[in-house]
């Protein structure tokens, strides 16, 4: 998907079924020229400082813990994309 429609922004739930977690599709989609450029956030439940730290290691550029708050979200993806 990501070397065919080349988005600009991504949201992952850490929690994903099959066989990558967020953390690991995020560590892909930055790790590949094609795709480095995308922003990734990284929404989850998961808040322990191992979890931020883990995000931080994937390089996703804002990690959002729920519950969240819509706006918020909507302003931080706003942001990002302009």
């Known amino acids: 998907f990501i070397k065919q429609e080349r988005p600009d922004l991504v949201l992952l739930d850490v929690m994903m079924p099959g066989q990558f977690n967020g ?34 290691e994937a390089l996703a550029d804002h990690y959002v813990t729920k519950p969240f708050s819509p706006k918020e979200l909507l302003i931080l993806v706003d942001s990002m994309l302009n």
């Open 23 to 56: 953390f690991q599709v995020c560590q892909i989609i930055k790790s590949r020229q094609e795709s480095k450029h995308c922003k990734v956030i990284l929404l989850s439940a998961r808040c322990q400082q191992s979890d931020l730290e883990q995000g931080r």
